[in-house]
């Protein structure tokens, strides 16, 4: 009996030992390897920073998980893609609610080819939900086909914008035309950068 316990022991501790860790860190923030969406397992696709001002100071981290990951398809086809997909963001530094709203607003713009009108009401109410944020910080926007994108911040379920039109222009705010290309080649599957 007691060498069938230590077997058994020491072959679990063996299995723990062996699995790989799936988890990825960028600028010093991890972020598990796959998240479940209703019933689906999502694979982190990659990961970048948010870099800011002329010094490149980082403000997030940010991860895509995806239902197939894909290094060989371009932004903007992930982001008009039809399936479940999820993107992470989380904060390392302090940003008050009036730049977050001002940034998610000219990115909106920037990447509506000429759409923004259509959209507008459903962009007012994602800034209507933002508020200021602090270090450790963590939104996450989860698209559903046919549900729209559920924006959760800081654990809270603030609600869910349906519509393909506004779920292809948010994740092209990353996917598109980004805020520095070294976050969207990160999510592409490229170096955290």
Known sequence: MVRWSCFVASSLALLLWASPTNAETCGGVELAGSTEV?????????????????????????????????????????????????LVLHFVRSVDKSKMVDAYRESFKKNANGQYKSIKSKVDRLLGWLSGVGDGD????????????????????????AGETFSNMFFKIWLGKPPNEGLKRGLLGGACG
């Open 38 to 86: 209703k019933g689906t397992t999502l694979t982190l696709n990659g990961m970048g920073l948010r870099e800011a001002t002329v010094f490149s100071v980082d403000v997030y981290a940010a991860g895509l998980y995806l239902e197939e990951t894909s290094s060989d398809r371009s932004g903007p086809e992930i982001a008009a893609s039809e399936s479940k997909k999820q």
């Open 138 to 161: 963590r939104h996450v926007y989860t698209y559903i086909p046919g549900q729209g994108v559920t924006i959760q911040i800081d654990g809270l379920t603030e609600g869910t914008i």
